[in-house]
């Protein structure tokens, strides 16, 4: 692999290519792949990237993958709300029953109560 400057007149810039050689069995030569990877820059001499071909579709997936990483997170915190709902829909559960059981002992008690005293009236 080499790095190549070519300089070309009609545009006055120098583009700056990654070659890769390789032998064709065909021709009995040997070849090269370029691939441009930026031009320079004629005041500071540093290479400047163009824009890579599926650069659209790159971005494309990396802003999906945000999102989705950003979706993922929002389950994340709306399962641990819902635990701790859950949680405190289990306490008032709890408490409810607990107050169904004593109700029910104030009703009987209640009952025998007023059971006695329709007893003692009907006595009198």
Partial sequence: MAIIRQYHKDTDTTYVYESISYWDAEKGQ???????????????????????????????????????????????????????????MRDLTERLNASDLENRKLRKALEDILAKAESLIRRS
């Fill in 30 to 88: 040997s070849r090269s792949k370029r691939r441009c990877i930026g031009k320079v820059d004629p005041e500071t001499g540093e290479i400047i990237p163009t824009r890579k071909r599926g650069d659209k579709k790159r971005n494309a997936v990396a802003q999906a993958d945000q999102e989705t990483a950003q979706l993922n997170a929002q389950i994340i915190a709306l399962k641990e709300k819902l635990a701790e709902q859950a949680s405190a």
